[in-house]
């Protein structure tokens, strides 16, 4: 309840190994097949997800649908995620991060320290407003948090209180009465927000440039009627703005402040950057897919510093399983938690070392790092329940880092950002990341 629980996870697999009993119903895993087994094939069959919660009961959304409404629901939705989707809408991204630069522009050579954890957050929150709605939250503009924004980082909290209250059985009441169960009746404002969006965008009028995710959703509602219902575009829109959102603002804070503490990392990516773009208009999606240091920079912040930390539930069936060569009772709640796999000496040479350099295919991959398993570390999952929004993670994490380490000079002023004292109640309790700002001559 502390927050805390990826971090003590993660140590007790320092002290115990890859299998840990880390409550009396879960087993944590940690081994580099552990993935695969659990959430890829055939371990998707057998491990069914545990503890999910329907946003509105009796309208599965993606996050909570099973068998062929699952299937219907990412297959509708894998349009609106497609890459021809993504070339459409780098627009949108494009004009955000024009705003964010502009903003960021009128604090430099001010002397001031700069929150750039905040700002970076005003601008996740902006562009998935526009994908989700065709409606910014306008933090940007408004220079400040929405209140639906303010909202919704509440919401995480009383979501992870609920979630934890599910593992303590007779105990939950006691466990919900200590959390914050006000912020629980945020959750529902969240979704008449959600829906009433969803709800105003059906009856906009077309528009060539909007491309948002509906966009793709009723082209195909269209082709194949039915394919996905009003009360689930609004249940998924109520999702994909957390979802989208946060998991963003921490991987490219993460990343920045990896490599604001490791300048010659910095330097690198720098040099990487420069070689390729004279101006900020040159940095474009698609270059950057060609760009191997920016892709394994990310790689390793995912790994030290993944967005989604913590447990993701499967319940094994009651005939029991097998699972990493041990036997596990049948319903028994089975997980691997991203930052305990990641930050593991059994699958990374010294796992605290910010080294982008294990992820490179090329000579340049250092020796030491040789015996790493780099599929032990999965920030998106993996299976057909993995991350729909993977891709579009990437391309977003990269053009904003790009962007900014392109034009600015940063200097970290402290270190209150350290991720070895942050709390997660699902999502990270970002505190601020100090930075004085001055422009590069680019
Ligand atoms: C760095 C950023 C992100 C990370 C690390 C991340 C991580 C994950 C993980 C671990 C899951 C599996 C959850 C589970 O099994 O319970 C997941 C699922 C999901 N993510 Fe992401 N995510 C990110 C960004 C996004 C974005 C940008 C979107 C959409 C705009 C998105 C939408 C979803 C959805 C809808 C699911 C449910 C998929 C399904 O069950 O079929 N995510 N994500």
């Not at 649908?65 to 890459?83: E, P, T, V, Y």
Request: charged share 25%; glycine share 6%.
């Amino acid at each position: 309840m502390r927050g805390r629980e990826s971090h003590a996870v993660r140590d007790l697999h320092h002290k115990y190994g890859p299998v840990v009993r880390v409550n009396p119903e879960m087993v944590s895993f940690t081994g580099p097949t552990a993935w695969k087994e659990i959430y890829g094939y055939p371990g998707v069959k057998k491990f069914k997800k545990f503890g999910y919660r329907q946003l509105r009961p009796g309208v599965p959304d993606l996050l909570t649908a099973n068998g062929a409404d699952h299937a219907r629901q990412r297959a509708a939705l894998n349009r609106a995620f497609s890459d021809k989707a993504l070339r459409e809408q780098e627009h949108h991204f494009q004009e955000h991060i024009d705003l964010f630069l502009a903003r960021l522009d009128e604090k430099c050579g001010q002397g001031q320290p700069l929150n750039v954890a905040q700002w970076i957050e005003f601008l996740a929150f902006d562009i998935i407003g526009t994908l989700a709605f065709s409606s910014s939250f306008n933090c940007l503009e408004d220079r400040g948090y929405h209140p639906w924004v303010l909202l919704l980082l509440n919401f995480f909290k009383s979501t992870h209180y609920v979630l934890a209250a599910k593992m303590c059985g007779i105990f939950s009441p006691l466990v919900l009465a200590l959390g914050p169960i006000r912020d629980l009746r945020k959750g529902e404002e969240h979704l008449r927000r959600s829906y009433a969006k969803v709800q105003e965008r059906i009856k906009m009028a077309e528009d060539d440039r909007r491309n948002d995710f509906w966009t793709y959703i009723s082209r195909q509602n269209e082709q194949k009627e039915g394919s996905m219902s009003v009360e689930e575009m609004e249940v998924n829109a109520a999702l994909l703005i957390p979802a989208g959102s946060d998991t963003i603002a921490t991987a490219v804070t993460g990343c920045l402040y990896l490599l604001l503490k490791h300048p010659k990392t910095l330097e690198r990516l720098r040099k990487e950057l420069d070689a390729e773009f004279r101006s900020q208009t040159d940095i474009t999606m698609s270059r950057l897919a060609g760009l191997p240091y920016i892709r394994a920079v990310v790689d390793e912040a995912l790994r030290m510093y993944p967005p989604i930390s913590g447990e993701l539930r499967r319940a094994v069936p009651l005939e029991g399983a097998v699972v990493c060569g041990h036997f596990i009772p049948g319903n028994t709640i089975i997980s691997v938690y991203a930052l305990a796999a990641g930050d593991n000496a059994s699958n990374f040479a010294q796992p605290k070392r910010f080294t982008p350099e294990r992820w490179l295919t090329t000579d340049e991959r250092p020796d030491w790092t040789r015996n790493d398993h780099l599929e032990a570390s999965q920030p998106f999952s993996l299976g057909p329940r993995n991350c729909i929004g993977m891709g579009l993670a990437y391309a977003e994490t990269k053009l904003i880092l790009a962007r900014l380490v392109f034009r600015y000079h940063l200097e970290l002023l402290d270190d209150e950002f350290n991720i070895e004292n942050q709390k997660v109640y699902l999502m990270w309790q970002k505190p601020p990341l100090s930075v004085r700002l001055s422009r590069r001559e680019t």
